[in-house]
């Protein structure tokens, strides 16, 4: 039998979920309460605790940090503290960060916990009568007698627990204060699920994590070198004139060096080290793709995936995806548009023949009348701010005029967040829905993009322009195409970044997110929805 931690059963009984996304999905991350945790458990988290002889007639004793295992019971685990009594029984007392329930009790989790743990020592000759927590936010200590009630809940739990390694993600708990303190609630989206799984009845609460104080760093240009000293990444740039810039690793949430950027095997470990993703562009914004520290272990998703290729739900996603993109795009021309156009009125009808397309060639005829349609209102737009703006059609690799070069540079960026959403959950980004297979192509990226291109690209572009934050003549004819200038680049990619930190109300679960969170958010439910723990992937439309 496989032995399982005490702590997972702790888990287990705090909530099934939890320990099946730990475990199973193979999702960790630490939030203020894991981190509380693990400081008030420092002074006993000191390896090398031993146990005293059985019934040895001894001076009272105490040992921390014992770890103990029993292949009968099928359970190993650390006790913080073994403390023992004139009498020559002892007991086992574990650290808890918070307060106990109502001031005297132990929570059902702690109890069980301590329970194992004192038949761990019973099973090595030990007599236990009893079991202590002692909390912290009180520092107080609840001794409890050991009772035979106790015994067959903690050994039910322990036969519960195990049964969660063989099975599906059980579902999340229902409206539940546990949730709100819970580090996974981010990845859990409880009541996100529950909503879609259980009706439109559920009460979201918004347990998102809140923004970290880091943020994306781009380095433009080329010849600009990049090293680390004392976790601090050094920009030097080909100029000498210019000034070397020092950025602190902890206010980096990703690097993104565009261009030839000379990058150090150094500073790339470092990068890894603290999770900071390593983003490659040419300097035109081509994207090339990003490293980064490891990826998802929830292998299931990645299976389901690859089962639901070019199957009948992979229709369906990309049904969902290219009608909501329609609805988006005539949503930004029906805020900017200043002329009449009928486009309106025909976006509205591909979009719905979008929704019920019997095939991906009907819907790629559908996206490809839209997007005519679309694009040239869209070039009318910018054209009236500056005619030297007005677009040839959609055009790239290279651009060939100044909106199309602001628009490749913004889907590249857009292309890079969604490929990092993507790994984040577990999903293959190259491996699309919708896009076909091609060497090199982040083909689910580009999926998962469809509907948020005209909402975070094409209206940074529009307000770039129409605040003639750039200007014509920010571009650089080269041969057959266009490139940005470096200024260019700098301020539309601050404008992107600016874009990304909106804070919108999420159109399906109401509430406040940005949009960084929402493409997380997104490429979540659709790993829900790939491995059948939801059924339909959420619309993402804007009003
Ligand atoms: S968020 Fe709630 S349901 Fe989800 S794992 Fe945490 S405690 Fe369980």
Redesign the pocket.
Known sequence: MELIPVRNVNTFV?????L??EHVGGDFVDNEHTLEGHFVHRRVDKPGGKLNAPNEEDEPWHTRSLWLSDDDLGITGKIDLVDAEEDGSCFPVDTKKGSPKDKSELWPADRVQLVLQALLMRAQGMRVEKVAAYYNAVRRRVVVELTTEMISEALDALADARKVFEMEPP???ED?P??R?????Q????DEVNALTLGEDTKIKR?LAPQTDSLPLYVVGGGTRVGVSKNTLIITPRDAEEDIRKVGLDMVSELNLLGGVQFTTQTLQYCLGRDIPVSFFTTGGWYYGSTFSTMSRNVGVRISQYEHHDKELSLRVAQQLISDKVHNCRVLLRRNATNESDTLKRLKMLRREAEKADSKGSLLGYEGDAARRYWSDFSDMVAEVDDAFEMKGRNRRPPKDATNALLSLGYALLTKDCTRALLNVGLDPYLGMYHTTHHGRPSLSLDLMEPFRPLIVDSTVLQVIKRREIQADDVVRTGQGVMLKDRARKTFIGAYERRMADAITHPVFEYRIDYRRVLAVQARLLSRFLTGEIPTLPAFRTR
Do not use: E, M
């Not at 705090?14 to 939890?18: A, K, N, V, Y």
């Open positions: 705090f909530c099934p979920r939890l099946w996304l579902p999340p708990l539940s546990q949730c303190g819970c580090s996974l609630n990845i859990c989206l409880p347990v």
